[in-house]
């Protein structure tokens, strides 16, 4: 299965000519998530050949303006390419109001049902779920209700060895207990256990999101373990206190994060437009972490792999 | 005096991965005005090395969402770069309510004063004008009221041959009289013509927008003789019915328009998502008027020079 997340705009409130707002692609096998969508989203997705109708689930993690400017011209641009299919939104319940008054204004015909998925301020909880992976939110910390997300692969089913199905005549129904852990009684009544028949799943695999946020300890034991984890870092140390005062993260205090919580890998993002070079910012999360990466806009991050 | 228009997006609604919405900024010397916003506008500005804070006029065509979706971002960016010159927004009436609608829900602080122009339908009406430039709006034929720009130079006064200032002893109020034209009654009382003293005056220079919009004669009196005309081609002839039915031109129309309106350069923009290779287009406009090209994102045009 693909799991991957392509950064698409890596910028603070303020876009800059290097960097856009605030936008990213989960892809999982054949799905494809969006989370936030600040302005220009629609032209990042088409620049980095991603299909438009592919995404089917949008998650908006707080209400500024540069998660949010984007949606407008997408909602519409999927009405002009005639979309049939659902389309599911996650976010302040605000929200809604706010595309209704658009679309009332724009006079705009929704070729498609748009289901809107309401977050609650503070809420912990599942948003997908289907066989392989599941969605979860979780609140973060900042001016307004703000929530991250964590994407999570389910167990997986035990990998059982080819030449055992054959050796043994295994049926296909036993073959599906067996990667679920059961052990096999063989045609002639032996007992074979399931360690003799299997071997190890592969391991699963998560990546969360988090921004935008203050320094917020409470986040780690969602994030815990996380192959990949997208924190915002908007400033540098000697920020510290315009950190505090707008509740935004330090490059450091990211990475503190991200130690604490045991994570694999450290991608950050958000930088604000003051720093022309954000070298420093990663020098600084790499004192407390060093598997960190500046992300790249137009970048692909398999879930699962180190940098 | 620099006298250019930088284009900075040239797609209809549904923008690719090769253009971006609708918006091009005119610069007079130090003064810039930036007609239409579509989304990604204030990225492509930076981009474009345009400074955000040089812009004290926006004129909005119509209230379709490829003209418009940039703005509320780009607004939001005044604000917070702390901007306190006034900012003077050309558009129909019900874009006020849009503003403000946004600016309550995202709770925006404003910094700097919005002053807001009602442009009434089918209305023609001088919008801007100083000592050097007029603009001047007139009517489109599309499907919701929509308007194009005329800008303009004043007439010149007429260069004034140096030496004819010793030579004659000119005062420097006489300067100015002789440059609108008067002659000169010399020290000794002789009559010396205006035409032995000066040099014509350098060309009046003046440039035309129009999108969105039909095939539309009526715009031909406004835009008459002028150096450039952005004139919207979102069709190749082959889909003239489509072009009738959702009232575009196709970019010979376009080219029909330059021809009969005797303008010295034509360029086309607003090109359908269904055209990847717009060259055809040209091809068919140029059929009806040779100084054509298709607008380059990015690219500054000088009013004035041939192409």
Known sequence: MDFSVTILGTSSAVPNSQR????????????????????????????????????????????HGDHVYGLFGLLSTYSMLGREKDLNIYADAKLKDLIAYHNDFFNNKISYKLIFHALKEG????????????IKMFPLKHSIATHGFVFKEKEKQRNIKKYKIEEFNISVSQINEIKNGSDLISQEGKLVLNKELTTDP??????????????????IDEIKNVDLLYHEATFMNKDIKRAYKTLHSTAEQAASIAEISEVKNLLLGHFSTRYNNI????????????????????KEYQIGLDF
Do not use: M, W
């Open 123 to 134: 809420d912990t909880e599942i948003l997908f779920e289907d066989k392989l992976l599941s």
């Open 20 to 63: 856009n707002p605030s936008s990213q692609v989960v892809r999982y096998n054949s799905n494809y998530f969006l989370i936030d969508c600040g302005e220009g989203t629609q032209i990042q997705l088409r620049r980095n050949k991603i299909n438009l109708s592919k995404i089917n689930h949008i998650f908006i993690s707080h209400l």
């Open 279 to 298: 070298d420093p910012l990663l020098a600084e999360a790499k004192v407390k972490f060093e598997n960190t990466e500046i992300a790249q806009e137009g």
């Open 202 to 219: 592969e391991p699963v695999r998560s990546f969360a999101y988090c921004s935008d946020t203050a320094y917020f300890p409470n986040v």
